[in-house]
Nanobody
Framework: QVGPVESGGGSVQPGRSLRLSCEVA????????MAWYRQVPGKEREGVAA???????KYANSVRDRFIISQNSAMNTLYLQMNNLKPEDTATYYC?????????????????????WGQGTQVTVSS
């Protein structure tokens, strides 16, 4: 399979943590801005966090100071550490490899069909 494959989703209580992983196959990892997005049924997809090959990061205001994006470029793997989770964080989380600069708005506002996307992993935050 070419592209990202996510793992690590699950169900947790509010205030707890989860770490998502994304392995990228068949792409030159360093050529892409890597990002996490999330989507709730009936709502637009939301860019959560992005990172480039120089480890420059960008976050959505809704997750800043709670989520941390990181990567192991040698392993073509992306991570999202999610702390202090809230019920509103419940969504399907997608990993994306985007052929754009992290400084571009498309890093967290990618249009449909842009870049390579995984199948998603479900995160549910509920008491």
């Amino acid at each position: 399979q070419v592209g990202p494959v996510e793992s690590g989703g699950g169900s947790v209580q509010p205030g707890r943590s989860l770490r998502l992983s994304c392995e990228v196959a068949g792409l030159t990892y360093s050529n892409y801005c890597m990002a996490w997005y999330r989507q709730v049924p009936g709502k637009e997809r939301e860019g959560v966090a992005a990172i480039n090959s120089e480890d420059t990061t960008k976050y959505a205001n809704s997750v800043r100071d709670r989520f941390i994006i990181s990567q192991n470029s040698a392993m073509n793997t992306l991570y999202l550490q999610m702390n202090n989770l809230k019920p509103e964080d419940t969504a399907t989380y997608y990993c994306a490899a985007l052929p754009t600069s992290i400084r571009d708005d498309w890093a967290l506002q990618a249009p449909q069909g842009f870049g390579f996307w995984g199948q998603g992993t479900q995160v549910t935050v509920s008491s």
